[in-house]
């Protein structure tokens, strides 16, 4: 079995693995627009910042494409990691599971693999929809959890685009990395001023 990660996935898939792939999936577009309550927020973050870890990818859009890696898992690895995954995607994170093709990035690789994908859909609770760049990459900054704080989030994934999949374009990540970075002076000036008060 093929498991295709986008998110938090590409570096901390949780599980074990036989191999891994970096590649991409056609149709699908990489958006923050899922709220996230425990992994990279909390019940005190959304009432705070109306939302708190923001990650999803969105569904089917004609010319999308999303980069990531996908992990095969072979004998005892399968039971075990759709056991963890359906737990921290589906019941934690409200996800879907869908079967989509992946292509690998590797120039050797003769046709499409088939992969597990978790997405988020309009319909799940946890569903935020769109916003502004400035305003998601506001809410980043405030949001952390069990799993570490969401800036770490969203900058461990642009590192990621950056050296594994330098061709590829990522305009919504990346707007959200350049506000985010132009955010936070202001938030350390403003601490700062703060303390010596």
Not at 1 to 6: D, K, N, P
Not at 111 to 137: C, F, K, M, R, W
């Given at each position: 079995?093929?498991?295709?990660?986008?998110g938090s996935l590409v570096w901390r898939p949780g599980f074990e693995f036989t191999s891994r792939k970096v590649g991409f999936i056609r149709g699908y577009s990489?958006?923050?627009?899922?709220?996230?309550?425990?992994?990279?927020?909390?019940?005190?973050?959304?009432?705070?910042?109306?939302?708190?870890?923001?990650?999803?990818?969105?569904?089917?859009?004609?010319?999308?494409?999303?980069?990531?890696?996908?992990?095969?898992?072979?004998?005892?690895?399968?039971?075990?990691?759709?056991?963890?995954?359906?737990?921290?995607?589906?019941?934690?994170?409200?996800?879907?599971?869908?079967?989509?093709?992946?292509?690998?990035?590797?120039?050797?690789?003769?046709?499409?693999?088939?992969?597990?994908?978790?997405?988020?859909?309009?319909?799940?609770?946890?569903?935020?929809?769109?916003?502004?760049?400035?305003?998601?990459?506001?809410?980043?900054?405030?949001?952390?959890?069990?799993?570490?704080?969401?800036?770490?989030?969203?900058?461990?994934?642009?590192?990621?685009?950056?050296?594994?999949?330098?061709?590829?374009?990522?305009?919504?990540?990346?707007?959200?990395?350049?506000?985010?970075?132009?955010?936070?002076?202001?938030?350390?000036?403003?601490?700062?001023?703060?303390?010596?008060?």
């Open positions: 079995v093929w498991i295709f990660g986008y990489r958006r923050f627009w899922q709220g996230d309550t425990f992994h990279r927020g909390s019940e005190r973050t959304v009432r705070a910042a109306a939302m708190a870890g923001r990650g999803a990818l969105r569904g089917r859009r004609r010319g999308a494409c999303t980069w990531g890696v996908a992990y095969e898992v072979r004998g005892e690895q399968i039971a075990a990691s759709l056991q963890y995954l359906n737990m921290r995607e589906a019941v934690l994170g409200g996800y879907d599971t869908k079967l989509v093709k992946f292509h690998p990035q590797d120039k050797d690789a003769e046709e499409p693999i088939l992969a597990l994908v978790y997405i988020a859909t309009p319909q799940n609770p946890s569903y935020l929809g769109p916003a502004s760049e400035e305003d998601i990459a506001a809410q980043i900054i405030v949001s952390s959890g069990c799993a570490g704080h969401n800036i770490e989030y969203l900058l461990r994934l642009a590192d990621f685009m950056r050296y594994f999949c330098p061709q590829a374009e990522d305009k919504h990540l990346f707007s959200i990395e350049e506000a985010l970075i132009s955010i936070l002076p202001c938030l350390c000036c403003t601490e700062e001023s703060l303390e010596e008060t």
